[in-house]
């Protein structure tokens, strides 16, 4: 099992709509969980950082459910320009001081 | 602040070259990283450094070398490319374990 799995997508919603991402991890150690946005050949950006159960912004939610070992990430009223790739991240490691990618769910909005 | 920076941004290599690519940082961080990104595997990290003079291995480190002799700047080598080893390199920076990081613009490589 991957330490950290994504549904790859792509996630293909028009304009207006409410979109959810999942995201499983699999060290129920991690204490640190984050959603990246990825736009083509681009660095990925930081989105939001979830250290406890949730965090919202604006438009977008993040929840954490450590007893089934998720994170979520909900768009509402989705935006042509919230087409991306949308990466999760884990923290890892002895010290967890290193962060474990998802590969990755592609969001494309459509009008 | 430039945040993360990296050079060169475009690179082709011929198998058998070396190259180092530098990344630098202004934001004092104690953290950097290098990764490299496929398509299909998502971000697979490469060495880490916790600060200046240290490293150690990631998921991936085969065919890499690293070096921190500045906190600002953090060093990947590639000391006889290989096909394989065609990527798009990042590197990262954090303040601290498990904290967020941010990423420089990457460094897209070819090796023929």
């Known amino acids: 099992r991957k330490e950290v799995e994504q549904d790859p997508g792509p996630f293909n919603v028009p304009e207006g709509a409410t979109v959810a991402f999942n995201c499983t991890y699999s060290?129920?150690?991690?204490?640190?969980f984050f959603w990246y946005r990825q736009d083509c050949r681009k660095e990925p950006k930081l989105l939001m950082s979830?250290?406890?159960s949730g965090n919202e912004d604006g438009r977008f939610t993040a929840q954490l459910n450590r007893a089934s070992q998720y994170i979520s990430l909900l768009i509402r009223d989705s935006k042509l320009s919230d087409s991306a790739t949308y990466l999760c991240a884990v923290n890892e490691g002895e010290y967890g001081n290193k962060l474990v990618f998802g590969a990755g769910t592609i969001l494309r909005v459509k009008s | 602040n430039a945040g993360v920076t990296q050079t060169p941004k475009f690179r082709v290599l011929k198998t058998g070259q070396s190259m180092t690519l530098l990344c630098a940082q202004d934001m004092n961080h104690e953290y950097m990283y290098w990764y490299r990104q496929d398509p299909g595997m998502g971000l697979r990290l490469i060495h880490y450094s916790v600060g200046e003079g240290t490293t150690a291995k990631g998921e991936v480190p085969d065919g890499y070398n690293v070096s921190r002799l500045k906190k600002q700047n953090f060093l990947l080598g590639l000391e006889s490319a290989a096909p394989s080893q065609t990527s798009v390199y990042f590197c990262?920076?954090?303040?601290?374990?498990?904290?967020?990081?941010?990423f420089g613009p990457g460094t897209r490589l070819t090796v023929t």
């Open positions: 979830v250290y406890s």
């Open positions: 990262a920076s954090s303040t601290a374990q498990g904290t967020e990081q941010y």
């Open positions: 060290n129920s150690a991690s204490q640190s």
